[in-house]
């Protein structure tokens, strides 16, 4: 008998926010939702790739939660959270609004994986890059994992304000290039470049850690700091943050390339820590 497949999913009787979806394709991923009559999806405004006629569309301000209370400034708190976390004011709800099954597809502006999450299988909590989420289950709110560690909020630059994702249900969130899944143990250590740590479960302890001495620092190319990540708890990995491949794409056109996205509020210092210099 085969593994169930991490890119499809039937939704299960009696569990609340459960979704049926396929994730179609390989490098260039798209997210297939199938929709109940009044089941709705939450998604980023302009990753619609198509959807059956009786799916009704609605633009809302902030994320769309249920859970988004304190009427006009509750909404306006919730957008402003999205807005440091690199995204819109604006999200787009997609409800069935007819009988039988409906769907809607979304995909990511970016070459990579959708990674399909289900939040209560990581303690309801997930904590990514910026720019990361892509759609959800209606009800999940995203807001800001602020780092607090001196190192990290010192060196992490634009790069870690990172995107915290709160729910039960499913959220899809995309990656640059290959995803891959670790499993830390308690006091297991993985470190790795910043602009390659995806996302990680909040029982891991994140920090940043030197590469080493002046001379790896300036010649090795990688960079000043790794992102330590300590567990218990899952870490993913993408093997090609967009930041990078832009820079590359700037670099080979003959502009100033670099890991923008990767670097810091100290201005040529975020170089060597994001591995541009």
């Not at 009696?14 to 179609?24: S, V």
Request: net charge negative; with cysteine; hydrophobic share 40%.
């Amino acid at each position: 008998m085969h593994p169930p497949s991490p890119w499809t999913h039937s939704r299960r009787a009696g569990i609340a926010d459960d979704i049926d979806f396929e994730i179609k394709g390989q490098e260039l991923q798209f997210l297939e939702i199938e929709l109940d009559p009044g089941e709705s999806a939450v998604a980023e405004a302009g990753a619609l790739v198509w959807k059956d006629a009786s799916v009704g569309m609605a633009t809302v301000f902030g994320d769309g939660s249920a859970d988004q209370g304190g009427g006009f400034m509750g909404k306006l708190l919730g957008a402003g959270k999205r807005l440091v976390t690199g995204e819109s004011l604006f999200t787009t709800v997609f409800t069935h609004q007819g009988s039988g099954k409906a769907r809607v597809a979304f995909a990511s502006p970016t070459p990579g994986a959708i990674l399909p999450i289900r939040l209560a299988d990581v303690g309801g909590t997930l904590i990514c890059q910026k720019d990361s989420f892509l759609a959800a289950a209606k009800g999940v709110q995203i807001g800001i994992a602020f780092q607090r560690k001196v190192m990290t909020g010192l060196f992490g630059g634009e790069g870690f304000i990172m995107q915290k994702l709160d729910g039960d249900g499913w959220v899809f969130v995309q990656m640059g290039g290959t995803v891959i899944e670790r499993e830390l143990r308690a006091g297991e250590e993985l470190h790795v470049d910043t602009g390659c740590l995806a996302a990680y479960t909040p029982g891991v302890d994140f920090d940043l850690v030197a590469v080493g001495g002046i001379k790896t620092m300036f010649t090795g190319g990688e960079g000043a700091f790794f992102a330590r990540l300590r567990g218990p708890g899952k870490v993913w990995v993408q093997s090609l943050p967009f930041a990078r491949l832009a820079g590359r794409m700037l670099a080979a056109a003959g502009g100033r390339g670099g890991n923008r996205g990767e670097g810091s509020v100290l201005g040529g210092l975020g170089d060597f820590i994001g591995g541009n210099e």
